[in-house]
């Protein structure tokens, strides 16, 4: 693809639709745009110039500009994205949400909020909270990624199993349009079959049709009692072989079924310097239990913990006070950090199964491990199947050793995920790091309907070019 360069006339365009003090080329600066926490392969490609919109009209501005003059654009939310999404492959403008970033509307009548994208997906939590209600959309980087990077990579996290990832919650989206029109798919209605949900194709689009500006979200009422379960267990095969019993015979949907095995709780703890109870297990669930009522809140989660007993479970520690529960959640959502910090070579996974298959799946990494003799460790979302397995890079391997036993680990480990009935990415998107795998779960028909999207939204293709399927 052949783009043009970021010229003197087209910095003073762009300063003259944001202002110079949302324009930066400092390089200090655009290093920081040129790349996300994706660690392996980590891509850093310098973009040309960053641009901090802080209205609609401005980035639909900026983008009528892009496509004239056949620059690229790379939308940016917090960069916490791990496949590569917010690099700037072709350099060009970066486009930073970042000053977009007021909570606009919360209206109680209809159970919506509606916010810029900018705003970090937390402070929607905390807000909602305040008002007695519920933002049910939780990743674990839900204190620093932003609510539209959510959107285009339709987050998932702790909740999905009883609430669904991000696009569950999403009612509407107004989207300036790679020609910088501007316009609005759904609205606060429930219901809607005008026409294609065009909501839901923006959803998990990881910012290639459109740029998401501003965003409709769907509220819940926030339950009253909420109980965590930690819950060890001696071996990695009866904590995974229990995850569908608890739906199954325990006949409620819990919040969160999360697992962790014995290396990542270890690291992590290591990290913190924090502690779990029982960490000499070999895997740990957390199942969330929430209501109204206390005491069906206690029945639900007596029951629970006996199914937990009969199944193998070395203990059941109950956390029913917020100070318990943040102490096991810390150490839950802080695992991809700590391997980040105690394996700075390592690429972390984000493989789905329907969850049936996760024992097998566990198994299968198990054999990947010992065939290519590299480490494995694995935690994630039992409860949607979503295993989060990161290879970590052995110091005695020289890097050459290291990525040649990962290019073979990861092949398995994507063929065995297929042939589970899974794909390879649940909730991180394909961005870059994946992109040249799609055609091992997707038909040549998906992959050309995907094209055809791409060019219909952005004939030039223009906005946040490279990412999902290969053009060139
Ligand atoms: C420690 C850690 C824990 C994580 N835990 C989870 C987890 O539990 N669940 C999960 O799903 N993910 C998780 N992630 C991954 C990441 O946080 C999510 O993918 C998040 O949604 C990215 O948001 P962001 O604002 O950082 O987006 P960025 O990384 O900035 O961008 C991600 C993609 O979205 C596009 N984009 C951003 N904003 C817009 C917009 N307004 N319009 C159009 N396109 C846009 C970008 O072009 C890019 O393709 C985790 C990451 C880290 C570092």
Same mark, same amino acid.
Request: a negative charge; proline letters at 5%; hydrophobic letters at 40%.
């Given at each position: 693809? $052949? ?310 479970? *070395? ?59 590299? $480490? ?19 110091? $005695? ?9 990962? $290019?073979?680990?990861?092949? /398995? ?18 961005? *870059? ?24 939204? /952005? ?14």
């Amino acid at each position: 693809m $052949k783009y043009n360069k970021v010229n003197e006339r087209i910095i003073r365009r762009l300063k003259k639709i944001v202002g110079e003090r949302n324009v930066t080329t400092d390089p200090e600066k655009l290093e920081i745009y040129s790349h996300d926490e994706e660690g392996h392969p980590r891509v850093e490609v310098m973009p040309e110039v960053v641009v901090f919109p802080e209205t609609t009209q401005q980035v639909s501005k900026i983008m009528k500009l892009a496509n004239e003059e056949l620059i690229p654009v790379t939308p940016r939310g917090a960069g916490t994205g791990l496949s590569g999404g917010a690099v700037p492959l072709y350099r060009g403008i970066v486009l930073s949400l970042e000053k977009m970033n007021r909570i606009l509307e919360l209206d109680e009548k209809n159970l919506t909020i509606t916010v810029e994208p900018g705003v970090v997906t937390g402070e929607i939590q905390k807000f909602a909270n305040r008002h007695g209600l519920l933002y049910a959309g939780d990743p674990c980087s839900g204190d620093s990624s932003f609510i539209g990077g959510n959107v285009a990579e339709n987050a998932g996290g702790n909740k999905v199993i009883k609430y669904g990832p991000t696009g569950s919650h999403v009612l509407g989206l107004e989207v300036v349009l790679p020609n910088g029109e501007v316009t609005f798919f759904g609205g606060k209605r429930v219901k809607d079959v005008t026409g294609y949900n065009f909501v839901q194709l923006m959803i998990g689009s990881e910012g290639t049709l459109g740029i998401v500006t501003k965003i409709v979200l769907r509220l819940l009422p926030l339950p009253k009692y909420v109980v965590d379960l930690l819950v060890p267990f001696k071996t990695m095969k009866e904590a995974i072989d229990f995850v569908p019993i608890i739906v199954r015979e325990g006949k409620i949907v819990p919040t969160s079924i999360e697992f962790m095995d014995r290396p990542s709780l270890l690291l992590t703890e290591q990290f913190l310097n924090a502690k779990l109870p029982y960490d000499d297990a070999e895997a740990q669930l957390i199942i969330e239990l929430e209501g109204n009522n206390k005491s069906a809140v206690e029945d639900d989660y007596e029951r629970i913990g006996n199914l937990c007993f009969e199944h193998g479970a *070395l203990e059941v520690f109950v956390a029913d006070n917020r100070n318990t529960r943040e102490r096991i959640w810390r150490i839950r959502k802080s695992i991809a950090e700590a391997v980040n910090a105690l394996y700075p070579a390592n690429c972390l996974e984000d493989v789905v199964v329907p969850t049936s298959n996760i024992p097998e799946l566990m198994r299968e990494v198990d054999e990947i491990s010992r065939k290519h003799n590299v $480490k494995a460790i694995s935690y994630g979302h039992a409860g949607d199947g979503n295993v989060h397995v990161t290879f970590l890079k052995d110091e $005695k391997d020289s890097e050459e050793v290291w990525i040649k036993k990962l $290019k073979a680990a990861l092949e /398995d480990l994507y063929s065995i995920t297929k042939n589970l009935g899974g794909t390879i990415s649940g909730e991180h998107g394909i961005g *870059l790091k994946r992109r040249d795998y799609v055609e091992l779960v997707l038909d040549k028909a998906q992959i050309e309907l995907i094209k055809s999207v791409k060019r219909a939204f /952005d004939p030039n293709l223009i906005l946040n070019p490279g990412k999902i399927v290969r053009f060139e």
